[in-house]
């Protein structure tokens, strides 16, 4: 006999919840800057990425459907935790080599609303909605090689873009570490290798966290399965 399906509102309204406040900084990036433009940083990206997996593990835990894969969950807290991490540490932090010269400090405004739900709410919201709402266990060593490849392909992106627009474009390279224009290829592969190492470092942390972290919730209020499935 079948199980009727189990409505989880809890993890509904908390992944609502964040899904609304990156939507909120995207549109609100969208307003103030040129599409084109806003869409080609990593930061609006992932957001987007945050935005769509948590409104459909909203809906799926409002309605009862089974959940999303534990990979999917686990790789969009990876990316929008890339995005928080490299946001306050680097690009941020005065003491950085890469520091940019419009830091939180300087924003006022809709810019500084935009710039704190999408380096700060985000990236804390979906880490905890992971954490505390999805079932451990899910996750596999080869789910951290997987990840890399939109890093990989984002850094491409990016290159390929840079060397496509004309010198002196306005943000033609979306971050100062990717900057062909200003440091060369070789210190850019040299920045691609240390940041690469440092985000399959904290994929394989991710991984590592998923196989001790305790269940701290009934099964019924997580969004995600044991396995590498959805949840039967």
């Known amino acids: 006999m079948r199980r009727p399906p189990v409505r989880r509102p809890l993890v509904a309204g908390a992944c609502a919840l964040i899904a609304l406040a990156a939507a909120t900084g995207i549109v609100i990036d969208l307003f103030l800057g040129s599409p084109l433009r806003v869409l080609s940083y990593f930061t609006i990206q992932s957001n987007v990425l945050v935005a769509a997996v948590l409104a459909a593990s909203a809906h799926r835990a409002w309605t009862g459907r089974p959940a999303l894969a534990p990979w999917i969950t686990a790789g969009t807290t990876l990316f929008i935790s ?52 999805t079932h451990p266990g899910g996750l596999r ?28 474009s306005v943000a033609r390279y979306p971050y100062p570490f990717v900057d062909v224009e200003q440091h060369g290829y070789a210190a850019i592969l040299g920045n691609s290798v240390l940041f690469g190492l440092v985000f399959y470092a904290l994929a394989l942390a991710i991984v590592g966290l998923d196989r001790i972290r305790p269940t701290l919730r009934p099964r019924e209020n997580r969004i995600s399965s044991t396995g590498d499935g959805p949840l039967k």
Do not use: C, Q
Not at 119 to 133: D, E, F, R, Y
């Open 82 to 133: 890339i995005t928080g991490l490299v946001y306050h540490l680097v690009l941020a932090n005065s003491a950085s080599d890469f520091a940019t010269t419009d830091g939180p400090e300087t924003l006022t405004g809709l810019h500084a609303a935009a710039n704190d739900l999408l380096h700060t709410v985000t990236p804390i919201g979906t880490a905890l909605i992971w954490l505390l709402l």
């Open 141 to 168: 060593p080869r789910h951290s090689g997987l990840w890399m490849l939109y890093p990989l392909a984002y850094l491409i992106f990016a290159l390929t873009r840079g060397a496509l627009l004309p010198p002196g």
